[in-house]
């Protein structure tokens, strides 16, 4: 019983100290939120480079690659040897770090606007559109530093012997095709990152908040936090992965090969997307619920407790 009673005297002197921590705002706050951002998209991204390569694969070349994800890892590797599996790593890491400190420092940031303009209860009152409008936001300037690093992974993915790596395959697309051609799936990237990361942000909190409506966060412990974090990620992962994949086929095909002389991104699109249909805009499917599912859940996991360990608790909720 005397246990007991210090266990509750314990756990409201923590409480009581949490609730006297100063609240950081400002650039103190979104600084920690881009930096917690930036981490969690860059290591997952990097980490799931080797099924980013076969998932790439598959949708430029699917009738070489017909054997699923498992059939694909086993012949990049048996054609390329296993170091294939990492082709890509450095502007993958790159590129989502600038991404991932837009996203999520973006959206904290463009949620907090909103909430300043509209006010808390309106906010709450309409917190699915503040989530959508927040996270279409921060993604459009997300991918405005993302799509250089982007359109480097895919050619050097597509075309194995292009360069040996980020610095030398930046510099010769720079060189041979001139600063245009980092920017020339620009409108696939936000045809895809932009449904996807409403979507992703969305899916993330409605779950969560079911979740929390249940078993409140405040008497959760920090386990249990990392695992409604991963569990909630995990969903919308797969939800964003759905609703992004045709987008994300356009991406590889239009990075994979310059265009025709005097033929824009936009005739490049149609054609493309002729010659995909339905099906073919879904090739690779299966190796992307994985991979989104993963590195969503993975992300969502690594910023909820890296942000709580750099301070940064200031931000305001408003889900139910």
Known sequence: MASSTTSKVDAAVQKAAVAATPQLSGF??????????AVCCSITHGALTPVDVVKTRIQLDPVTYNN?????????????????????VGPTFAGYFLQGAFKFGGYEFFKQQAINQLGYDNASKYR????????????????????????????????PTYASGLISGFSKMLKSEGIGAFYAGFGPILFKQIPYTMAKFVVYEKV?????????????????????????????GFAAAIVSQPADTMLSKINKTKGAPGEGTTTRLIKIAKELGFRGSYSGIGARLFMVGTLTAGQFAIYGDLKKALGAVGGVEIGK
């Open 128 to 159: 699915t559109g503040v989530y959508l409008a927040s996270s279409a936001a921060a993604e459009f300037f997300a991918d405005i530093a993302l799509c250089p690093l982007e359109a480097t992974r895919i050619r050097l993915v597509s075309e």
């Open 68 to 88: 699923g994800l498992i059939g694909g890892f086993r012949k990049v590797v048996q054609t390329e040897g296993a170091g294939a599996l990492l082709t890509g």
């Open 28 to 37: 103190a706050l979104y600084s920690r939120f881009a930096l917690s951002g």
């Open 208 to 236: 969560a908040e079911s979740i929390y409506s249940v078993f409140p966060k405040k008497d959760m412990s920090d386990g249990l936090q990392t695992v409604t974090n991963l569990g909630s990620g995990l969903i919308a």
